[in-house]
Nanobody
């Protein structure tokens, strides 16, 4: 099973930047690794439902973003390092949330496995 671990969160002032990492380990029963999957970033703010942020195809050739973060965040991946990144610029207080990554279906954005959500990484943006 491919397991994902998020890192890179922290406390930053409004207008600042952070880069989140989603590191993968393991293989599926069929031998597939992270490089076989699209990956999505999601976030959940206190008292709110978890929402989609961005996703990237298995090769990195295609990306898709939520309208709420368009042009401020950039998703990328390095399959040689089994890692997907989320570069967040011009951060706003409303970006404060726990950020998670998951394997997804690139076309639909739906989760691609039945695993559970990880611990995520906390991003706090102060005004």
């Amino acid at each position: 099973q491919v397991q994902l671990a998020e890192s890179g969160g922290g406390l930053v002032q409004a207008g600042g930047s952070l880069r989140l990492s989603c590191a993968a380990s393991g293989r599926t029963l069929t031998g597939r690794t992270l490089s076989s999957y699209a990956v999505g970033w999601f976030r959940q703010a206190p008292g709110k439902e978890r929402e989609f942020v961005a996703r990237i195809s298995s090769t990195g050739a295609r990306t898709y973003y939520s309208d709420s973060i368009q042009d401020r965040f950039t998703i990328s991946r390095d399959n040689a390092k089994n890692t997907v990144y989320l570069q967040m610029n011009s951060l706003k207080p409303e970006d404060t949330a726990v950020y998670y990554c998951r394997l997804v279906n690139m076309a639909t954005g739906q989760l691609a496995d039945s695993g559970s959500w990880g611990q995520g990484t906390q991003v706090t943006v102060s005004s």
